[in-house]
């Protein structure tokens, strides 16, 4: 089955700084990358999301690239703010008439400092 | 539009007990889904239905079995509550994989503790 990998665990940057954070798949089947942003005691809520047939997504502050021959796959936090730290997971599936399985990261704490 | 929601919030078990997680959503989504959610081990997920009438097992479905009541409704069973199973388990739902929006929309949690 899929296996995915993210780095790093804990981040922290300087407010205004950027943030990234990376995630590998293992399966090149997989088409679909989205990524959750969950707040201490919260549910996880999508920030972003991309297809395998795009390479890069951006919405405001947020972008994702994709690189599908490495298999791998990035968010970019710009100009960060205290609201932005949280717990960021990346997420890999395959979609299908059957829904959408999500294999999740591991996870990254991300802590902006004022 | 409450979205997903799960019943209950919190719930403390004693090992060999028994008890069912509730949840229900009103976003017409076909198809259903229960994670659980281990410090430094992401969400896993336990066992998904693809649409109503249908289940399949996830990755770590051991200890648990599941029941699609309708369109809306997709509980999770505990037969013999362990402590391995302490965690916070998330229920979601998404609408069909070759649809626009893929978008998987979570509960709010339901945090359990077998003692």
């Known amino acids: 089955g899929e296996n995915v990998e993210q780095h790093p665990s804990t981040l922290s940057v300087q407010e205004g700084d950027s943030a990234v954070i990376k995630c590998t798949y293992s399966?090149?089947?997989?088409?679909?990358f989205p990524w959750y942003k969950q707040e201490l005691g919260k549910r996880p809520q999508l920030i972003i999301d991309?297809?395998?047939?795009?390479g890069e997504k951006k919405d405001q502050r947020i972008a994702v690239t994709l690189n599908k021959t490495a298999k791998h796959f990035s968010l970019h936090i710009t100009e960060t703010q205290p609201e932005d730290s949280a717990v960021y997971f990346c997420?890999?599936?395959?979609?299908?008439?059957?829904?959408?399985?999500?294999?999740f990261g591991t996870g990254t704490q991300l802590k902006v400092e004022l | 539009n409450a979205g997903v929601t799960q019943t209950p919030k919190f719930q403390v078990l004693k090992t060999g007990q028994s008890m069912t997680l509730q949840c229900a959503q009103d976003?017409?989504?076909?198809?259903m889904y229960w994670y659980r959610q281990d410090p430094g081990m992401g969400l896993r997920l336990i066992y998904y239905?693809?649409?109503?009438?249908?289940?399949d097992k996830g990755e770590v479905p051991n200890g648990y079995n599941v029941s699609r009541l309708n369109k809306r409704e997709f509980s999770l069973r505990l037969e013999s509550a362990a402590p391995s199973q302490t965690s916070v388990y998330f229920c979601?739902?998404?609408?069909?994989?070759?649809?626009?929006?893929?978008?998987?929309?979570f509960g709010q949690g339901t945090r359990l503790t077998v003692v």
């Open positions: 979601a739902s998404s609408d069909r994989g070759h649809s626009m929006n893929t978008e998987a929309f």
């Open positions: 399966d090149s089947a997989s088409n679909y």
């Open positions: 991309i297809r395998s047939n795009v």
């Open positions: 997420a890999a599936s395959i979609l299908t008439g059957g829904g959408n399985k999500l294999t």
């Open positions: 976003m017409n989504h076909n198809s």
């Open positions: 239905s693809a649409s109503e009438g249908t289940t």
